[in-house]
């Protein structure tokens, strides 16, 4: 399995929702942004 930093830019779930929204996400793309490490740049 890869880990997110293995993955180039666009293919990365937090990219790809900003970039074409939730509903083109796979489950796993999301349960990856729910458990991913948030910032206090993110708030």
Known sequence: MKKIKDLS???????K???NGS????DEELLALL???ST???L
Do not use: F, I, W
């Open 9 to 15: 830019k666009n293919e990365r779930p937090r990219e």
């Open 17 to 19: 929702l900003l970039a």
């Open 23 to 26: 509903t083109h996400l796979v």
């Open 35 to 37: 458990l991913g490490k």
């Open 40 to 42: 206090t740049k993110c």
